[in-house]
């Protein structure tokens, strides 16, 4: 075989992927990607403590989202099945699709920034950081600061993520040029010291429900889920996701070096501070709706790059769709692995997560930004 055919890079890895990496395969794949999360947000409403037909579950869903009846208008507008889907389910699985692509975005995105495949909210101690902050409103209150308190758990779940995120930006500066190892080893010392000062303020805080509340962020769920918390985490995923990709370029630049960066006239280092801020943010909403979800971020964005590549052009819209299935049918086995119980989201998040890193790990050999 001709060697420039052999390590074109299109063709890094076997050449039966060869043909996701061109615009009609990503085409391809984002299409069978969006009707997968489409049926899948259909199904998932039908799975819980009381089984409901996913046919039925579909016809009420059209119903009441395009007014289309088909069947009984009755047995659509009305009755338990319709209250089970539509105002708790539904907008249950809608919450789980947008922290899935939201988790999914500020991995990839991170990733990119600190050039490190380990690098994602959960990794860097910005989830940590969000959970302390909103641990810290929960059990010691801000009746005392006015207006500040009237802004609810999510500003200071933002406060706790980007102050997280400086905390680690700053250490890894100390010393010397920043560099991902150094990123990474930061993150782990602020996520050990945010995790040991949110754990000493349950400790001393004498308030049984609040720090029921705080188990609650801890372990990660989406039962407290429901229709008013859906539009300020659907709006800054959604915002966020937009605007990254319309920023693939300067992303496909950092792959490349900030010596690269600087040829094309790119200020890498003020782009990955504007980035870490915007991913706090993001983690930060995420956080005060549904607590800490982990491996999310650092698992989807590396069986994604490995089927459509590198270029932040096709990862990124594959990697939230991804993300979004993927945290769709956590929820579904979060509910129904166990009768009669439903666990957080975490745990599975994590029992799946962390043995298909290890695999690739050990098996694959994965590199960032190519192939085994």
């Not at 047995?75 to 988790?103: T, Y």
């Not at 890894?172 to 930061?186: E, P, R």
């Not at 769920?221 to 800054?236: D, I, M, Q, T």
């Amino acid at each position: 075989m001709d060697s420039s055919i052999a390590h074109s890079p299109r063709q890094t890895g076997d050449l039966k992927h060869a043909f996701l990496y061109t615009r009609k395969g990503f085409w391809l794949i984002t299409g069978v990607l969006l009707a997968v999360l489409l049926l899948s947000i259909g199904a998932a409403v039908s799975f819980g403590q009381v089984e409901i037909p996913i046919s039925q579950s579909y016809r009420i869903l059209l119903y009441h989202m395009t007014g289309i009846q088909i069947g009984d208008v009755q047995e659509l507008s009305s009755g338990s099945f319709v209250d089970i889907i539509w105002k708790i389910r539904f907008p249950r699985v809608l919450m789980a699709m947008l922290i899935g692509m939201g988790l999914t975005l500020c991995g990839t995105i991170m990733q990119a920034a600190v050039q490190n495949p380990l690098a994602d909210p959960y990794i860097l101690g910005i989830s940590s950081g969000a959970s302390l902050g909103a641990t810290f409103a929960i059990l010691v209150g801000f009746g005392s600061l006015g207006v500040l308190a009237q802004t609810g758990i999510a500003f200071w779940a933002f406060a706790g993520a980007v102050g997280a995120s400086l905390l680690v930006m700053i250490l890894a500066s100390a010393g010397g040029k920043m560099t991902s190892v150094k990123l990474v080893l930061s993150g782990m010392v602020i996520n050990a010291l945010c995790t040991a000062f949110a754990n000493f303020i349950v400790y001393l805080a004498n308030n049984a429900e609040g720090i029921k509340t705080v188990t609650f962020w801890t372990m990660g769920s989406l039962a407290a889920s429901g229709w008013s918390k859906l539009p300020l985490v659907a709006v800054f995923t959604l915002g966020a996701s937009l605007f990254f990709m319309l920023q693939s370029r300067i992303l496909n630049t950092m792959l490349l070096g900030d010596e690269a960066a600087v040829t094309l006239g790119i200020n890498l280092s003020a782009c990955r501070r504007w980035y870490m801020v915007l991913t706090a943010l993001v983690t930060g909403v995420m956080v005060s709706a549904c607590g800490m979800i982990g491996f999310v971020g650092l698992i989807i964005p590396h069986v994604v790059r490995g089927m459509v590549g590198s270029d932040h052009r096709r990862l990124l819209p594959a990697a939230v769709l991804s993300g979004a299935i993927f945290l769709v049918w956590a929820d579904v086995l979060a509910r129904t692995i166990v009768p009669n119980v439903e666990l957080p989201i975490g745990i599975i998040t994590a029992l799946i997560g962390a043995p298909l890193f290890m695999y690739m790990l050990v098996k694959k050999g994965y590199a960032f930004g190519g192939k085994s």
